[in-house]
């Protein structure tokens, strides 16, 4: 183990996540990620059985027997409360907080690439649940969680998010993520000083999971690893982050060989692309200062 690796270990050994849809894809490889550095973990799912081969697969290849499995569904608050009630009765406190569990289009059908889903097609059911699971959890399991993070004076909200490019082409998955991206922004300055960070992380281009269709027009080894992710969220669940807050990363531009300090810098931009914001017009004519000294 390289130097820096263990210092990174030590970092997070006394650290625990909360990582939801854990089973597989980007939840199971962040898991396994945050597992090599020492953290403690609570690991989500509604696959109750494949959560559990995952957290096995997890300790088979790390020895971090700190694994507790949860069947959750992440559209429900009493699960989110739960599952930060078990994890403060287990490690002491939930310091981590990775919203990963997501609906994509798959679940309406398989090739929603090659013949894209329209909204008046949707049942108003399955729109209802995408928001539920993709907007809605989140909110839910920081809710529950950061009350806990802001009395310890350290924490961790880690929201996963798609390409604006992805946002702007599919419906449903698209508006329920631009929702949590405008949170994830208004949290991260209303916890300014509390010592608890909130960033937004994309793989930054297709990642082979589930979510991703067949149709793409891409063979399967085209598309990124899970693994890509994880460099990026470990770093920021670490002391070395504190600091670093109200931030998109994309982990395809996470430049490995650069010390991990350069490598965020090269890979982030603010939420929520406040570059687009415009000039607003009153009835007077003048501009409105916002309290953080921009105009708007």
């Not at 809605?136 to 004076?153: D, W, Y």
Request: proline share 5%; net charge negative; hydrophobic share 50%.
């Amino acid at each position: 183990m390289s130097e820096a690796a263990a210092d990174l270990t030590a970092s997070l050994s006394h650290r625990s996540a909360i990582v939801t849809g854990a089973a597989r894809g980007l939840g199971a490889a962040m898991a396994a990620g945050l597992a090599r550095a020492g953290a403690r973990l609570s690991l989500t799912d509604i696959d109750i059985a494949e959560l559990r081969r995952a957290r096995d697969e997890i300790y088979g290849e790390t020895g971090n027997d700190a694994i507790a499995v949860f069947e959750a569904d992440a559209a429900r608050y009493a699960d989110a409360q739960h599952v930060v009630a078990e994890t403060q009765a287990r490690y002491g406190s939930a310091d981590i907080v990775i919203n990963n569990a997501a609906i994509g289009l798959a679940t309406i059908r398989p090739d929603f690439v090659s013949r894209p889903v329209r909204f008046w097609e949707i049942d108003p059911r399955v729109w209802a649940r995408i928001l539920a699971v993709n907007a809605n959890g989140p909110f839910f399991l920081e809710h529950a969680a950061v009350p806990g993070m802001i009395k310890n004076g350290w924490g961790r909200v880690i929201n996963l998010t798609i390409t604006f490019k992805i946002m702007l082409r599919f419906e449903a998955l698209g508006p329920s993520k631009a929702a949590i991206e405008a949170h994830s922004h208004i949290a991260a300055n209303a916890l300014a000083g509390t010592g608890v960070t909130v960033n937004v992380i994309t793989t930054g281009g297709p990642a082979d999971t589930a979510q991703v269709s067949d149709d793409l027009g891409l063979p399967r080894e085209a598309l990124l690893p899970p693994s890509i992710i994880v460099p990026p969220v470990v770093w920021l669940c670490s002391d070395a982050a504190n600091a670093v807050t109200g931030r998109r990363f994309s982990a395809a531009h996470w430049d490995t060989s650069l010390p991990p300090a350069e490598a965020a810098a090269g890979a982030s931009r603010p939420i929520a692309w406040p570059e687009l914001v415009t000039r607003i017009v009153v009835a007077e004519g003048s501009r409105i200062e916002a309290a953080d000294g921009t105009r708007s």
